[in-house]
Each structure stands twice: as C-alpha cells, then as structure tokens.
C-alpha cells in the first residue's frame, strides 16, 4: 500500500470520455475543473490495485473507469509530440499522467487523481451536431390561422 499523503505519480492508458481538457472545450461546467473520464486498459487497473488505490476506480457497467482532474488547464499532446488545444472526442485512446493523492473537505477524506499531462495516442472525432441537423428533411410547418378564440375548448 503507498502513502497518499504525499502523492503518488502513475502513467495510465485507456480510452477516454466526457473529456473537458483544453481550451477549445474549457473546464467541466459543474466541477469547474478539467477533467476526463479515462476507461483503463487491463495494465492499468492492475497498476492501480497494485498500489492499493482501488478507491479511485469506478465502473457503472461499462468498463473500469477513474476520472482525473485539475483546476489548471493541463499539458495535452498528441502522439507527434506536439501540443493539442482542441477537443476530445469519446473513444480516443489515451495516456494520462496523475498524481493519485489524499484530499480531506468538509470532514470527509479520500484519494484522487489530479490530472497532470495527457497524450492523445489515438483522436476520435468529437461529434457535435449541429441543432440544424435536427430539422433536416422536414417540411416547414406553418401554424394554422387563429380565428381569434385561442380557447382549447
């Protein structure tokens, strides 16, 4: 088991969600951090059971999952070495540098994972479909005349 206290750095892949890591997307509008959901592969999660960390992961039935976080904007690279400023897209696999850490609020302690750099190794679109979409293909409407008496009834 590791000593939190202090922080423990570990390097983590996977596959990556809800990402809100750069400046095209910002932070994530209720934590109001930068953060990511990122899917381990199975390398990964035994690196994290291995240093007795196991309350970070997380799995609602789609994988094993932890979320990473920061208040500041993180260093975002893609897999040529060069910095990424744009977004994210579900899916994109990923290599992901955290500080894993005790935190104590409100009476209440854990341990996190503080996002501290993020290489994109594969991008997946972000697909963000425009309101315009919806509409496609369809007859414009035209509200019927009013004879003046707007009652249901």
């Known amino acids: 088991m590791s000593n939190f206290k202090e922080g423990v750095s570990a390097i983590l892949a996977g596959t990556s969600k809800w990402a809100k890591v750069t400046e095209a997307t910002g932070p994530n509008e209720l934590s109001e951090k930068y953060q990511l959901d990122v899917y381990l592969d ?8 291995g240093l007795g960390a196991e309350a970070i992961l997380k799995d609602k039935g789609e994988g094993t999952y932890i979320t990473a976080k920061s208040k500041m904007l993180p260093k975002v690279f893609g897999a040529d070495r060069q910095a990424f400023t744009g977004r994210v ?6 290599r992901v540098k955290v500080l894993i850490k005790e935190w104590e609020a409100l009476k209440k302690k854990g341990i996190t994972a503080y996002l501290n750099g993020l290489v ?3 991008l997946e679109d972000y697909n963000n479909i425009a309101d315009d979409a919806l509409f496609e293909g369809l007859e414009a409407y035209t509200q019927p005349a009013s004879d003046g008496d707007d009652l249901p009834f």
């Open 42 to 49: 199975d390398a990964s999660k035994k690196s994290i059971e």
């Open 89 to 94: 897209g579900n899916g994109s696999l990923v």
């Open 120 to 122: 994109i190794v594969k």
